[in-house]
């Protein structure tokens, strides 16, 4: 039997032509990195961002640089068209438009990001507490989920305006109250699904918490879900708000929100439209907003998309 002998030329270096075949094409990056850069190429996303941004910034800003305040009372410059003195003209208590835009605004974000807030809050813990455990915790506190959702959100509404005094904070509470049953149930799927993958059982297996487990390891795990929803509860919140004050149920004189304008409007529609046509279309472009980037990141943080 002839045995081979290696020599040193068979272990020579391969030229470099010839690895490129083996080259990585694209450097790894991660997750939310790669979410930006899917979400920054939807354009509608993009220009609904842009928008959301200078309403922003315009709602804090405007009443800074106008030399008029939102509760100013002047009749005898009551309903005026757009002028050099009064950019976006005078309701029909003299007051600034323009000022009052942008404190309504102003006040429309705050409820609609408040209340949103605080949907979150409930109801991921709610919703997560109750997938995780499961049984007769989750049979209870679905049901408890199901009553308040069962009951009538204007009725909710009035009852809290009697017993306590109108303001920001009643309307805030109001929405809570039942707003965020749908985000408890959305987190209460995710975790159905979560909470038989292996690394929860291998966090159970070394002996960590339930709260640990939902805390670290299953609600990180549910923020895509989670902000989308967000920002599809924010419009539904300032929409809500609106619908409230333009009945009269909503921000307490001299505060005005987007709502207020456009009630405030309809009373002089037929004479004075642009007191009504201002605050609509703001309502319209805020809205719009927040579902283009709602939109935006349910592609972006979509798996099955991901390159």
């Given amino acids: 039997m002839i045995r081979y002998v290696p020599k040193p030329e068979d272990f020579a270096p391969l030229a470099t032509g010839s690895l490129t075949g083996d080259a990585i094409t694209r450097p790894p990056i991660g997750y939310w990195k790669d979410v930006w850069t899917r979400f920054r ?10 928008v959301l941004a200078i309403l922003t910034v315009a709602a804090i800003v405007g009443p800074m640089i106008s ?3 939102y509760r100013e009372i002047d009749f005898g410059h009551a309903n005026e068209l757009p002028s050099a003195r009064h950019w976006l003209g005078t309701d029909y208590m003299g007051r ?3 000022t009052r835009l942008w404190m309504g605004t102003r006040i429309s974000i705050f409820i609609g990001i408040t ?8 109801g991921v813990i709610w919703g997560g507490v109750s997938g995780y455990f499961g049984g ?7 049901r408890i989920a199901d009553i308040l959702m069962g009951i009538p959100y204007l009725l909710v509404v009035i009852l809290l305006l009697v017993v ?22 959305l987190v209460r799927g995710q975790i159905l699904q979560l909470k038989e993958m292996e690394y929860v059982l291998a966090a159970k297996s070394v002996g960590a918490s339930p709260r640990k487990i939902i805390l670290r390891h299953l609600i ?12 599809m509860s924010i419009p539904n919140a300032i929409f809500g708000e609106a619908f409230l004050s333009f009945i009269g149920l909503g921000v ?9 304008l456009a009630n405030e409007g309809y009373q002089v529609l037929l004479v004075y439209p642009h007191n009504m046509i201002i605050p609509a279309v703001a309502i319209s472009l805020l809205i719009l907003s927040f579902n283009f980037v709602g939109d935006g990141l349910r592609d972006a943080l979509d798996p099955r998309l991901r390159q």
């Fill in 115 to 122: 209340a949103a807030a605080l949907d979150l809050i409930i």
């Fill in 252 to 260: 307490p004189m001299p505060l005005a929100s987007l709502g207020t």
């Fill in 41 to 50: 190429k939807n354009r509608l996303a993009i220009i609904g961002f842009t």
């Fill in 220 to 231: 990180p795990n549910t923020m895509g879900v989670v902000l989308v929803s967000l920002t």
């Fill in 136 to 142: 007769l915790v989750d049979d209870i506190m679905m």
């Fill in 164 to 185: 306590m005094e109108p303001g920001l904070g009643t309307i805030i509470v109001a929405m809570s109250i039942t707003g965020w049953v749908g985000m408890a149930r």
């Fill in 96 to 98: 600034d438009m323009f």
């Fill in 67 to 69: 030399k008029w305040d």
